[in-house]
DNA sequence: CGACCATTTGATATGGATCAAGCGATGTGG
DNA sequence: CCACATCGCTTGATCCATATCAAATGGTCG
């Protein structure tokens, strides 16, 4: 399935690639994934890897997004996160996958052996630091995710498109990879609740929904007032 | 504020505390918190730090329990996770606490300066693989509490009683060391919800509750079946 | 004993889920 | 190129789980 992982001795160029944003995960630790790796081409839908499979590779979006998920035993998904172009995605601490990955849309995704990693980290100090740094980070991002599922329907839906605006850092214009059941299933509403509020917040002006899928912040104000 | 906290130099007793459980944090690096730092008596309902504080210290509880919150902008309060005896808290990656920590009973927590074991860390690659590890595992019981967080009120107090015995590791008997409050702010319900949903699970003799803070666990398995 | 606080229980309100139908875009085969 | 099926999304009507408001109970400590 994956083939040269051949590691090169370190010295790794800092966002040596042209997509990676500065200031979001555009950190070494992230490029080496890149850099070390295989792009693999993966289309809508595809399954990326497994919950529960061995955890052998990190993976970093190219392009394209991804979801992270798992399908609970009466048949919901929840969605752990949306990852965009320039996240690190597959970073476990121990050696089973705890969630599901797919891509949302075709996307390229840089794969690299874990160990081939590991073998660099154990040798460079400042890598295995920033294996720790990610695991931070998403630990963070994690306990942001608490927080938004004990709000209101309204400032979840609020705090999801700030979150995405943030991070296309594409100003107050979102593009949104996923479909509103995916929203809803990241969020922990049905469809309908999520449509709904995208439709009332639209009517109070403080966004417009050209086409479903892309959206206008008008009143990033009132949006941040509902984030709570 | 604190003393002590010369670093002695590496090879740690691992499990030497009687108080550590096996299974159970019973690891090195958290007995390292233990073995370097310093103990200190906390009052009930003391603040142990707070939120945006620095976060200068590991803590690791000796007895007592202690909870972490943050205070959202309407005045709720997310409990993000209790602290039972051998559990290590204020573990951050930045350097400043994402939440309030405080004293749920009396206590008595191991406080060590953080710049002490990073120092470890530095020298000892096995101790800082453990302080990536720690991360690790509270990663994956905020996860856990994501999955929790979208529950029926039901499964949520379920999960919540078998997690608790679990933890304490006291067969079907479970001390509650925080109020039906703490309970609710911890499973996003409310405190009539959560009393409501323990008298249910009594009247269909799950449980027992012959006084509020003490549970029996009559049917497991009925419980795991709610838990989903 | 009496005040206080935590918990339980009851009555009612409501936000979001569920059930159901309609609508618009996209794509496919005739 | 159009007719039609499909799919994702929106909108409407109703239901229900949990929140909210209110009061009673019980346990603890001075």
Redesign the interface.
Known sequence: MLTSTAVRPVSFPRNAQPHSKPGHNGHAAADIIEFMGTVMPFARNAEIYGENEPADCLYKVVSGAVRTY?V???G?R?I?AFHLPGDVFGF???DEH??SAEAITDCKIAVVKRSAVTAVA?RD?EV?RQ???I??????R??E???L???SAQERVATFLLEMANRAASGAAVELAMSRQDIADYL?LTIETVSRTLSHLEKTAAIEVPTSRHIVLRNQSALNRLN?
């Open positions: 798992k609970l035993v009466d919901r929840q752990g476990e601490t121990g705890t969630f154990a100090n295995a294996m720790w740094e695991t931070g980070r998403e630990l963070r994690v306990q995710h608490v927080l599922l004990v709000k922990g709570s």
